[in-house]
């Protein structure tokens, strides 16, 4: 299986949160893992894989963290829900992790969940569409 992604985005204010809220109101039986990107931990590397993974131990690069996300989800016995609550101040490093988690997470189901500002989308697109292609396959 591969790891579905939704993108929720929009101007601030709009609701984005609460339609997610309520999503995740109506799910049962998921391992909820929630971080939230700061505009002034953006050059923070790995800040966003940190509060995913509750620590901020080390990660050398972006696919070793990937592994340690990876490995987090496997002791996981049900689906994971992934929300990165205003993507657009994520760190670089931890949105590559994120998609390389992807690409490496067999046959545990993730759903990822970001939510952006509307004004971000071009910045994330790059990100969009390697989980988009890599879902494809």
Not at 16 to 39: I, N
Not at 47 to 69: F, K, N
Request: charged share 15%; with cysteine; proline share 7%.
């Amino acid at each position: 299986l591969r790891c579905p992604c939704a993108v929720v985005a929009g101007p601030a204010g709009i609701g984005k949160t609460a339609v997610v809220e309520h999503f995740l109101a109506r799910q049962h039986d998921v391992h909820l893992a929630r971080a939230t990107g700061m505009p002034w931990e953006q050059q923070v590397p790995y800040g966003v894989v940190g509060q995913l993974l509750g620590d901020v131990g080390p990660c050398s690069t972006p696919v070793h963290a990937a592994e340690r996300l990876v490995a987090e989800w496997s002791t996981v016995d049900r689906t994971v829900v992934v929300v990165v609550e205003d993507a657009q101040w994520a760190d670089p490093d931890s949105l590559r992790a994120l998609v390389s988690a992807h690409r490496r997470t067999g046959n545990v189901l993730v759903l990822l969940v970001v939510i952006a500002k509307q004004f971000a989308l071009p910045l994330l697109v790059p990100l969009l569409a390697v989980f988009w292609f890599s879902s494809r396959r």
